[in-house]
């Protein structure tokens, strides 16, 4: 039984999604972001970035508990462990691989300044704005191009798709204009019918809250808190 630590964040169904789509029994540790939770000691010695989500897998490698953070990696630790939605052959692997890293270095960090600064920056700066908009327009753009080429990003349905979906199924929250790229579209509507992408959407979603009105959230989420030393 793995024992994920999450909340319901783009980074967090990653893996509720890999485990619902791999049938893997595992136990929830709601780690509340907005109350701080990311910051308790105990969760440090299994994350030390203070990052959710992470997991402890009690039948790790060499058949000992076995601590994993980072979502991607996570993606990968699964793929591994349970052989599948990660190709075998080098050249298949490769290009889930590189999806995977375009993900974690570009859609991710981007799309995340597109929602902090259209939705919970203290104040609206324009620049800041049109910025990650555009950059969060451009990067759609390049999977919709990718899209016109095969179902999905790496041909297969696979953990790149996984680690893609969660953040750009919230499209409107970051301003993309979703007619621009039809094959994204597409996509999205093939991995929403999934039963498993469904239901790993869902995990923890009734603990969600509308943060811009809680000033102890915004702190714990952007304040001075997140930076000190631990």
Not at 44 to 67: F, R
Not at 76 to 89: C, N, Q, S, V, W
Not at 94 to 120: A, D, E, K, S
Request: aromatic share 10%; charged share 25%.
């Amino acid at each position: 039984m793995i024992e994920l630590y999450t909340w319901p964040t783009p980074n967090g169904h990653k893996i509720h999604i890999m485990l619902e789509e791999c049938g893997l029994e595992y136990n929830v540790h709601a780690i509340d972001i907005t109350a701080g939770d990311q910051f308790d000691p105990d969760f440090l010695k299994i994350s030390p970035n203070n990052k959710m989500p992470a997991m402890v897998d009690p039948d790790g490698p060499g058949g000992t508990p076995y601590a994993v953070f980072e979502s991607g990696a996570m993606l990968i630790y699964l793929a591994e462990k349970t052989g599948r939605f990660m190709p075998k052959d080098d050249a298949g692997r490769y290009l889930v691989l590189q999806w995977l890293m375009f993900q974690m270095g570009g859609i991710g960090p981007m799309l995340g300044q597109c929602h902090h600064f259209r939705n919970y920056a203290p104040e609206k700066i324009a620049y800041a704005i049109e910025r990650y908009v555009n950059e969060g327009q451009r990067l759609y753009g390049v999977v919709d191009r990718r899209l016109a080429e095969a179902d999905y990003v790496a041909g297969d349905y696979s953990i790149a798709d996984m680690a893609l979906y969660p953040w750009m199924r919230v499209w409107e929250n970051q301003g993309i204009d979703l007619d621009r790229v039809p094959n994204v579209a597409r996509w999205l509507e093939a991995i929403e019918e999934r039963p498993a992408v469904r239901r790993g959407v869902q995990v923890l979603a009734d603990r969600r809250k509308d943060i811009t009105k809680d000033p102890k959230a915004k702190e714990m989420l952007f304040g001075a808190t997140q930076y000190a030393q631990r």
